[in-house]
Every structure is written in C-alpha cells, then in structure tokens.
C-alpha cells in the first residue's frame, strides 16, 4: 500500500497513492503524496526541509488549520492549531502534485465547465485576529466543490505561537486572492501560470494523532483531528489515513488506536475497524473526557506486529503456529486452573466463614435466650421477697395493734398481781 522514504527527523515522506475520483460518469483517478510532520518540530528548525517546493512550511500549517476548522467548526481554530502545533502531535497531511492540479485547473477553471475547481469568493484582508480565524475557514467552506481554498501565515521564529499565526493570516489571504484572480483572468482558455497554484489547492486531507501513556502503562495513538476536503471524500482517503494510523512501521508501536468519533463519523470508524465498546472502551476512560458529545472507539493491534513480521527470524511454518498456539493453550489451560483453584478455595472459605457465623449466631441467642430466663427468675424472686416482707410487716402490725388493745380494757396492774407466783417463769 506504501512504503517510507526516510523515518529520520520531523518529516516522513511515504509514496504518492491512487484515489479513485467520486466525479459521476468517469473514470478519473488522482493521486496524492502522504506525508507525516511534526510541526512544532519543523517550524523550530532553522534548516528545515521544504514540505513543498517554493512554498514556506509556515503556509502549509495555515492551510492544515484551515481544513480542520472548516471541516470541525465546533473545535475551534486556536484549539486546532494548538493540537496540530502540539510538541508531541504529529501530523498525516495528503498533498496532490501540482503539476496535476495545474493541468485540471487548466482545463476547468471557467465555472460552468464542470463545477469541480471552483471556490466561494475569498474574504477581504483584515487586521483583526479574531476575524482572520473566521477567514480561514470559509477558505475550506463546506458549500465548495474545487481545489481552490486557501489559508496560510509566514513566520520562522522558534517562538512560534497564536499571535504569530494570526498575524500572518492576511498575507496569506492577500496571496491566495492573488492567485485566484489570475486563474479567473485567465480564463477557460488561457494558460494559467505555475504560481497561480498554491498550498491551498494541492492539500487533500490531514490528521493529527498524538502517542500517549496511560496511568496503566499502556500505549496509546490517540487520533484526534481528521479532515478530508469535501471534493475528495467517498475516495477513500480517510480510510486510508486510517489504514495509516493501524501501521506500527509508521506510527511505533502501541497497544490501542483511539479516536473520539461524533455521531455522524460513528458509522465511519465502525467501517475502518474501530469499536464503539463501552466495556472495553472503559479501560481507556482516562482520555474519554477530552472531546465532549462524542464517542470513544478503538482499535487493537494484533499481537504479531508488521514490525514483527519484517524480523528475519519470524517464520510462519505452520509447525512453528503449532507449537504458538499448544504454548497458547497450555498458558491459558494453566491460567484457568489457577483461578479455579483460587475461585473454589474462596468458595469454601466463604461457607465456612457462614458456617461459623451461623454458630455464634446460634450460641448468641441461646445467651440472650438464658439471659431473659434469668431475669424472669430474679424478677419473681424479688416479687416473692417484696411479698414476704409485706406480710411481715403487716403480721408486726396486727400483733402491735392486738397488743394495744388488750392493755386498754383491763388497766394498769397492781405490783401484786403482776408479780408471777414461785414456780411460774415469766
């Protein structure tokens, strides 16, 4: 499908690919040169390589924003380019060559011949930056068929930033409005000069993807913007970034390819081999909060990576897939019977916690069953020495009063006759 040209610094050139044109009633097809960057590294560089001949790295960055912000209007354009800008982002950006543009533009540049090149009225240069922002994706304008967008900016400081960004803005928009005019001027039958061309009209598609680790140590390609001009979709161009994305070789290794899919790209992903699985998607929930109304999906690598496969000791005999899978099986086997055997020893480790708990609960109760008995016991004994003593006292009372009673009626006795007589004791 491709192969690099050079894996060293910022800038990865693949081979140029074939798409197949969406135009109905033809066959035309065009192809387009992948190239991975690293902006932030590439700007930085004082001796960095051109990514287009005669044309400033800084221009091309403007026309990635623009893309994106036209095409994710709800982003923003400073959020994108501080993503695409990102020290850790790189970036997949399809450019047409220009000789083919060119050629197309010369044979369909009035606006009734086909409809394909043909742009909405660039806006008027403004210092404002706010309004440079707006400017640069109405280039990319969703109601447009062509080629013929523009954005861009001009700076080589390694201070690279917003404000510098945006300060550029109306150069670039005075370039590109330049240029359309002489494409105008010349007409359907004029010959349109080389420079009439430029960055706005060669970019197809980009994306920016970012390598993260997770808290879990794994590692992440997190995608995170993806744009394809409107005249170049349904060719297959984002589903081959994505092909892009899944290949090691380019990307490194990782252990899950991430994307934050709105509801309109959901179907896409699903199409390009990404899952919406939200059980399995929860284990990378430490990224999901980043995009808001979107949906998590990933991709998962094999485990024999092509890395792997372009290693001169992979073989795949099918004695060695024997032996793989036996050693896979035997794993697994060995795996299951440790956890049944940890899973079954929990299990009567369980029943005998209940078993106890079902005797102290029964010997607590039969405590609290004695306990209530030996209150009742003690409460009828009290109530029995409370009557006992009730009947004492009133027995006291009784003889007291008797006793008095006794001694009124007959008065007091002479000394005589309350002396006893001998032999009587008293």
């Known amino acids: 499908m491709y192969s690099g040209q050079g894996m060293d610094g910022c800038v990865v050139r693949l081979h140029s690919v074939s798409f197949k044109s969406r135009v109905e009633g033809g066959s035309e097809a065009f192809t387009a040169q992948p190239i991975r960057v690293n902006f932030h590294q590439l700007l930085r560089t004082s001796d960095a390589p051109e990514l287009l001949p005669k044309v400033k790295n800084q221009d091309v960055l403007m026309a990635v924003v623009a893309l994106l912000d036209s095409t994710l209007p709800d982003v923003g354009s400073q959020d994108i380019h501080e993503t695409v800008h990102s020290p850790r982002a790189n970036t997949i950006i399809l450019l047409r060559d220009h000789a083919d543009v060119l050629e197309e533009f010369s044979g369909r540049s009035h606006p009734d011949s086909q409809g394909e090149l043909v742009s909405p009225k660039l806006p008027e240069a403004t210092q404002d930056h706010q309004s440079d922002s707006f400017q640069l994706s109405e280039l990319y304008s969703e109601s447009e068929d062509s080629c013929e967008e523009s954005c861009g900016s001009e700076e080589t400081d390694h201070r690279w930033s917003w404000e510098h960004f945006c300060a550029g803005v109306p150069e670039f928009l005075a370039a590109a409005r330049k240029r359309r005019e002489i494409r105008e001027e010349a007409g359907e039958d004029g010959e349109i000069p080389s420079s009439a061309v430029g960055v706005e009209c060669l970019l197809v598609a980009a994306a920016a993807y970012e390598r993260k680790t997770l808290l879990t140590g794994e590692k992440v390609l997190q995608l995170s913007l993806l744009a394809t001009r409107k005249r170049y979709r349904r060719c297959g161009v984002g589903r081959y970034i994505i092909e892009l994305l899944k290949s090691q070789s380019l990307c490194g290794n990782y252990d899950a390819l991430l994307a934050h899919a709105d509801s309109d790209a959901i179907e896409f992903f699903s199409h390009c081999g990404l899952m919406d699985d939200p059980l399995l998607n929860d284990k990378f929930r430490e990224v999901r909060d980043e995009w808001a109304n979107t949906t998590l999906m990933s991709y ?84 029995m020495f409370l009557e006992y003593k009730l009947r004492k006292t009133w027995q006291l009372l009784e003889e007291r009063d008797s006793d008095g009673g006794s001694q009124t009626d007959s008065g007091p006795a002479s000394p005589a006759e309350a002396k006893p007589e001998p032999g009587h004791s008293a």
């Open 300 to 383: 998962l690598p094999p485990f024999t990576t092509e890395l792997k496969s372009r290693n001169p000791g992979f073989s795949l005999s099918l004695a060695g897939l024997e032996v793989e899978v036996n050693l896979a099986r035997m794993t697994a086997l060995s795996a299951y019977q440790q956890q049944a055997v940890c899973v079954t020893r929990l299990v009567r480790e369980v029943k005998t916690l209940r078993d106890q708990l079902e005797l102290q609960r029964e010997e607590v109760d039969m405590l609290h069953n004695e306990l209530e008995r030996e209150k009742e016991k003690r409460h009828k004994i009290e109530q």
